[in-house]
């Protein structure tokens, strides 16, 4: 590829509104612009993308795997369970097509997965089997609009039974495994969000201070997972310190204009643990949920969902609230007046049901109760964990403090230990059984960013030599016919033997071609110049070491394979 004809140039100044630094390197060295708020690959950019995508073709066909071609759209249901375990959080959209017919945009698809297998597969001889595509993805719920495409390659993994799938999804892990080893990429492998609480999910991230994936990690035992997965264990840094003596009776008390716990707090002079939160949501399976936790810890809406078994929760309406006698702002389960009538789903934190009494809602505007107790004034539907872990918290496993940081998360694993409806086949005893399902999917723009941050210098970018964009970038200095037509040849020869070469043919100075070379970061440089029309030495530079030696034209292509096995072209 001549660089006089590239589209993309390279830019001296990084644009003002973009703060990630692999972005910035990206945007100067001609890999990508903005438009719309999204990422747009420019050719160069978009070669990299292929490698990526040759790797894991290369990955997955290795372990048996075949690709397929998925629809983009379907019509719109309601989500179903084998549906919902296999996508990452806020991943579908939503739209109407010309006619009018609600269709869904989804990455992983269960149903088509599901139809497939039943018309496909009639008898466990025949499984297991590995399905992969290469599919567009959204994530709705990231903060940064660049950060919500990508594109991605999904595998499904399909066996006879649970048991069975362990063995088949060992052999998906080792290629994954295998494409991060090839793009040179460190990650770690976290607790994640499953679809349900049937489902193992994790999520593989690159620990980064400008990821947008907040992660937990315990340094004593190992044990790491995505901020809304976390298990923290109550003890003596998470709950209020147990009364001593048989707690005082309930007490109502005047709290006016203390609507929020820190208010609340303030006003009765004691700490945000001392007191009791009441969140409210509404579900499209069980109607309203209460959800009461400690006054200063907040609710994990991901582990709410699962333990309540429902699709999805959003803010209940005060109509709502006030139907089953709560009121906004001043709410508790105690004494709720309408709890018997079966329309709301209380659910408490263990945070609430050990400890010393709370101040709690009295459910009258400007009134709260002291000394509220759980199992004497009030009970819930359900306990569970459903607090979103806090740095320090005590780890769920070793009880030792957890580390809060952040990371950008590549891949997502989807493992469940039940079976999917719909993909019957006979059984070794001819009985009707259905396939036990894994997904594993990775993004390949989100690991191009990751490789760029993890391999750069003050210079530019520092490829790996399987995912560079070129093998060689070849510069031509002087503008004498012969050198022109020398570097012509040169080209011409490496492309010809398999070499992908960026050509630096422009009549630009050597400081704006040597600067471009290094921010751009291809493995090898080869510099052609006025000197070797007397010499006929050409100037080969290691972009990762900076070594630098002079080689006879005529041993070039011998040297850059030694140097450099050249990759498959694709």
């Not at 999917?420 to 723009?445: E, Y």
Request: net charge negative; aromatic share 6%; hydrophobic share 40%.
């Amino acid at each position: 590829m001549r660089m006089s004809s590239l589209f993309g140039r390279t830019l001296r100044e990084t644009p003002a509104d973009i703060d990630h630094p692999s972005l910035r390197l990206m945007m100067r060295a001609g890999l990508a612009r903005f438009s719309a708020g999204a990422i747009v690959l420019l050719p160069i950019g978009t070669r990299i993308l292929h490698r990526l995508a040759t790797i894991a073709h290369e990955e997955f066909m290795r372990i048996g795997a075949q690709e397929l071609h998925l629809p983009l759209f379907r019509p719109r249901t309601s989500p179903d369970r084998a549906q919902s375990r296999l996508l990452p959080p806020d991943s579908t959209l939503h739209c109407a097509d010309q006619s009018g017919r609600s269709l869904a945009f989804a990455p992983t698809d269960a149903s088509a997965i599901a139809s497939l297998i039943t018309g496909e597969i009639a008898s466990y001889r025949q499984l297991p089997v590995l399905l992969y595509q290469m599919h567009p993805v959204y994530y709705g719920n990231r903060r940064s609009s660049w950060l919500r495409e990508g594109v991605a390659l999904t595998v499904y993994a399909l066996d006879s039974s649970a048991v069975e799938l362990e063995t088949t999804s060992a052999r998906v892990h080792s290629a994954v495994e295998h494409i991060f080893r090839r793009c040179d990429i460190r990650i770690v492998s976290v607790e994640g969000v499953p679809g349900d609480e049937s489902a193992a999910a994790h999520t593989s991230v690159a620990i980064s201070e400008h990821g947008d994936t907040e992660v937990m990690i315990c340094e004593s035992c190992g044990y790491a997972a995505v901020l809304e997965a976390a298990r923290t264990a109550i003890d003596s840094m998470t709950a209020v310190s147990p009364a001593r003596h048989e707690p005082d009776p309930l007490e109502e008390i005047a709290t006016p204009n203390c609507a929020t716990i820190a208010d609340l707090a303030r006003f009765c002079g004691v700490p945000e643990s001392a007191t009791a939160k009441a969140v409210f949501f509404d579900s499209p399976e069980r109607g309203l949920i209460f959800a009461v936790i400690r006054g200063d810890r907040d609710i994990n809406t991901q582990k709410l969902r699962l333990v309540t078994g429902v699709s999805t929760l959003t803010p209940a309406q005060p109509e709502q609230i006030a139907a089953i006698g709560a009121v906004a702002g001043y709410a508790s389960p105690v004494g709720l007046s309408n709890r018997a009538s079966g329309n709301v789903l209380i659910v408490a934190d263990r945070s609430v049901i050990a400890g010393a009494p709370l101040i709690a809602g009295a459910n009258r505007h400007g009134y709260h109760l002291r000394n509220v107790v759980y199992g004497r004034d009030w009970r819930a539907d359900l306990v569970a964990d459903i607090a979103l872990a806090h740095a320090g918290d005590p780890c769920g496993k070793c009880g030792a403090p957890l580390q809060r940081t952040t990371g950008l998360a590549v891949g997502y694993t989807s493992h469940d230990s039940t079976l999917l409806p719909g993909t019957t086949f006979l059984d070794r005893d001819g009985m009707t059984r259905s396939a036990a399902v894994a997904s594993f999917s990775i993004d390949l723009q989100r690991i191009i960013l990751t490789i760029i941050e993890q391999h750069y210098d003050p210079s530019g970018m520092v490829w790996p030599s399987e995912t560079s964009p070129f093998d060689i970038h070849l510069i031509r200095l002087g503008k004498q016919d012969a050198t022109r037509q020398s570097a012509d040849a040169l080209y011409d020869e490496l492309s010809a033997a398999g070499i992908t070469v960026l050509y630096d043919d422009r009549d630009d100075t050597a400081g704006v071609k040597f600067n471009d070379a290094d921010l751009i970061g291809v493995p090898l440089r080869l510099v052609l110049g006025d000197r070797f029309l007397s010499d006929g030495l050409v100037e080969i530079k290691q972009r990762a070491t900076g070594v630098m030696t002079k080689t006879p034209r005529q041993e070039i292509l011998a040297t850059v394979r030694k140097v450099r096995p050249p990759l498959i072209p694709f």
